[in-house]
């Protein structure tokens, strides 16, 4: 992998013996321009992979150009216009996909947004059917000291629907699970309320450009819609849905049954909805285990338009244990 990737940095432009990179950290700065993630840098480097950082690079600008990599093999004659067209239109989609979620990021952190994320799984095994679904409110809004937000969430996991409600104000989280209520300031539970008890705020990340296999656009009036195949194996997307579900363990085998479908819809260039299925078989202790998760997202408010009310109680929280 380290000598593949500085093939491709060298055929991109960057010059090693000049000091654009090392070869040392080769990896890295391939990462850093996109040629390259945890999934592909993991394992042995295989033909997968190598086609993967090739296809990743096709697309990529020349060092210091907006000429991508493909564009410049048409100039020189390397590849044909019209081979190369339905790849830079694809690109192009997509780039433009991308620039719309990284706005719609910046405006919801510095605006503020509510929004509701209703996530599911049904899960198969052995004959027996599971379903787990997470529904949440989550409200974030900026303040001259930092940010405040709620969340307020229900499991419902077999009979049971246990509700867990977070508030984030002045630096301090406050937990109610419905049996306890605890406090504890907000950097010392950051990871756990974003991998466990919170939604958390769910934009339209961007994804490795080998695991697309297709993207469309339809547009009506001030609403655009992003319609995209994805092949969720090769990315560290799934991992986003899998942790939508608070299903966050390691099964040695996952296979991504059928193409993840996802569609992002935005109303005057911001995301006002997503909606996601990823059907998927995984292996764990020699059970077949079949699942399909389903997300779905929509922007209630965004801007002065978000209000956050407080319980009246949170100065009887305790502090969460240490231990």
Known sequence: SQMYCTLVLRALGYDDAAGDFTYADALTFATEKGLLDAYLASGEFLR????????AALVTPMNGEETLLVEKLVEEGAVTAEGAQKLTDKAALY????ALSEQTKNQFMTTGVDMTTNAAMAMSMAGVDISIAKEG?????????????????VFTILDESPTVDVYIVDGTAYI????????????????????????????PESFPF???????????????????????????????????????????????????????????????????T?????????????????????????????????????DTYVEMPTE
Do not use: H, W
């Not at 409110?137 to 969430?153: A, H, M, V």
């Not at 608070?246 to 260039?269: H, I, R």
């Open 95 to 98: 780039a433009e996909y991308c």
């Open 137 to 153: 409110r989550e409200k974030l809004r900026p303040t001259n000291n930092g940010f405040e937000q709620s969340s307020n969430t």
């Open 176 to 203: 109610n699970d419905g049996t306890n209520k605890v406090k504890a300031p907000y950097a010392d539970v950051e990871d756990m309320l974003t991998t466990d008890m919170m939604i958390g705020p769910v934009l």
């Open 278 to 314: 990823v059907p998927m078989e995984m292996t764990n202790e020699g059970q077949t285990i079949e699942l399909v998760i389903s997300i779905e997202v929509s922007v209630n408010a965004m801007g002065d338009d978000v209000v956050i009310e407080f319980p009246e109680d949170l």
């Open 48 to 55: 997968d992979e190598v086609a993967a950082v090739s296809y």
């Open 210 to 276: 080998n695991s697309l296999l297709s993207i469309t656009k339809t547009q009506s009036d001030d609403i655009t819609i992003y319609s995209m195949d994805i092949n969720l194996s090769t990315s560290m997307f799934l991992q986003q849905a899998m942790e939508l579900v608070d299903q966050t363990q390691d099964f040695p085998d996952v296979t991504v049954n059928d193409t993840s479908t996802m569609t992002v819809s935005f109303k005057n260039d911001v995301m006002n909805g997503m909606t996601m």
